[in-house]
């Protein structure tokens, strides 16, 4: 059985032993998932302790993704820009390559799994940080209208505006100002929470105006019910709203398929984890 895992701390929630399990049984691929509890001090030596031993690829996650990309040594584009790296393998020369499957994840649920159309569409991502910065360069490649990235520190949004800028129309503002990058009257045709406010039951303080029946609102939390974030949404007039379960599925698709070379069906996997 070839050994495979996902590395973070903490780690007992993950649903990612469940969802490789599933794949494997699918396509009928040898292989064992675990999830492994890093010391937050000693990231790298847990990984190459399991590699050494016959270990052949890894997933990574909070809050270890940073650290996962300083220590591979080669890195794909989408993981470069990220600044971070939820996968790792090694290719056949034995070089330690890393990646990042969350927008791949995100955009093939988008516009795969709820038949979202992005090109040509405004888009308004909410947050700054990590979720938002390893998705931002998939979106792009759909060629939107424009990304405005909203967020309470509009500095770091600026920032990520310049990093992206060469990828496509790329704004930042505050959270108050995001209706200044439409048009008089107009809504944004997707809406993306990227923040982990949704967690707390909290929303981002943004105007319901920039939502209509036709807004497309993804939160990339995901739960039971409607995340408070969808739930605001609703009240406001949105009719199509999805959360990050099919997001989670799609990313670990996308790694399994770097580890494997087989794309597994995610619709099956993500139907039994409603059902949990």
């Known amino acids: ?11 007992g929630h993950s649903k990612s032993p469940f969802i490789h399990s599933e794949f494997a049984k699918q396509t009928g691929e040898a292989l064992e998932y675990t999830a492994v509890q890093a010391p937050l001090d000693s990231f790298a030596a847990e990984v190459e302790v399991f590699f050494n031993g016959g270990g052949k690829g890894i997933n990574v996650t909070v809050p270890f993704k940073e650290q996962a990309w300083q220590w591979v040594q080669q890195r794909a584009e989408r993981a470069e820009l990220a600044g971070a790296v ?22 093939t649920d988008l516009q795969v799994n709820n038949k979202v159309q992005l090109a040509n569409k405004n888009i308004l991502v909410l947050g700054a940080g990590g979720a938002v910065k390893g998705v931002l360069k998939p979106l792009l490649d759909c060629a939107p209208k424009q990304i405005v990235i909203a967020n309470r520190t509009v500095s770091k949004a600026e920032g990520l505006q310049r990093k992206f800028a060469e990828f496509g129309s790329v704004r930042a503002c505050s959270f108050a100002d995001a209706a200044e990058h439409l048009g008089q009257g ?3 045709d997707v809406i993306i929470n990227g923040t982990s406010a949704s967690l707390a039951g909290d929303v981002p303080p943004i105007s319901g105006a920039l939502i209509n ?4 609102v993804y939160d990339m939390m995901y739960s039971a019910d409607l995340t408070a974030f969808n739930a605001w949404a609703k009240k406001q007039g949105a009719l199509q709203l999805i959360d990050g379960l099919g997001m989670l599925v799609e990313q670990a698709a996308e790694s399994f398929y770097l580890w494997r070379g087989v794309r597994p069906d995610t619709a099956a996997v993500m139907a039994s984890l409603r059902a949990l």
């Open 1 to 11: 059985m070839d050994l495979y895992a996902v590395f973070g701390n903490p780690i």
């Open 86 to 107: 939820n996968t790792i393998y090694r290719d056949s020369s034995g070089i330690y390559v890393g990646d990042n499957t969350d927008g791949k994840g995100l955009v």
């Open 186 to 188: 107009e809504a944004f």
């Open 213 to 216: 029946a036709d807004t497309v």
